[in-house]
Every structure is written in structure tokens, then in C-alpha cells.
Nanobody, 119 residues
Framework: QVRLVESGGGLVQAGGSLRLSCAASGSISSIDVMGWYRRAPGKRRELVASITSQGITGYIDSVKGRFTITRDNAKNTVYLQMNSLKPEDTAVYYC?????????????WGQGTQVTVSS
């Protein structure tokens, strides 16, 4: 059984910063790609940022230069540093990770954490 537990969401004013964390636990052999998705009210879920086990990162255009994804492989944890937040960043943010566990590679999701940016 593998779990992803997120933390760090909250309410912040425009221009402010938040740092999201997502820790994986359980029977883990290895973790491949980790990423952060978000779903804003009335919109489809979108991939915000991703990072491979080698540290290669990718971002959607709207967050480039403002968000930074990192990971600590020793702690099975991925982070999302969000700076210069805008009201349009308001969404529920979900952690995702492809984890090798008990001989199978499966996608795993966190429970979601709300990020609200006020104008």
C-alpha cells in the first residue's frame, strides 16, 4: 500500500508565496516521475510541473519563472515552491507519482490541497 500525503496549501494574497509538499510512504521500491496537477473551479485538471528521478523538470507556460518543482529522493518527497502567486493560480493542487511497488509500476495520487490566492 502506497500513500501520498500533501501539505502546504492555504490562503495567500496576490504576489505572495506558498510551498507545497508531498511525501510518499509505504512499500516503495522506486519512484519515477513526480508531478503537481491542479484543478480550478469549472476547469479541467492540468499538469503544472513535473520532475523525473534524474531531476529533469517541466512546467506549463503560465507558471514558468514563478513556480519551482524539486524533489528529495531520500525522503520520497516532492515540493512545489510557488512565488508571485496570482488569483488565477487558485485551485486544488494534487500530487502525482509513478511508483514501483510490489513489482508493479502504478500512478498514485494525493488527496489534494486547496490553494486560494486573493486579489
Amino acid at each position: 500500500q502506497v500513500r501520498l500525503v500533501e501539505s502546504g496549501g492555504g490562503l495567500v494574497q496576490a504576489g505572495g508565496s506558498l510551498r507545497l509538499s508531498c511525501a510518499a510512504s509505504g512499500s516503495i521500491s522506486s519512484i519515477d516521475v513526480m508531478g503537481w496537477y491542479r484543478r480550478a473551479p469549472g476547469k479541467r485538471r492540468e499538469l503544472v510541473a513535473s520532475i523525473t528521478s534524474q531531476g529533469i523538470t517541466g512546467y506549463i507556460d503560465s507558471v514558468k519563472g514563478r513556480f519551482t518543482i524539486t524533489r528529495d529522493n531520500a525522503k520520497n518527497t516532492v515540493y512545489l515552491q510557488m512565488n508571485s502567486l496570482k488569483p488565477e493560480d487558485t485551485a486544488v493542487y494534487y500530487c502525482n507519482a509513478f511508483i514501483m511497488s510490489d513489482g508493479a509500476r502504478t500512478p498514485n495520487w494525493g488527496q489534494g490541497t486547496q490553494v486560494t490566492v486573493s486579489s
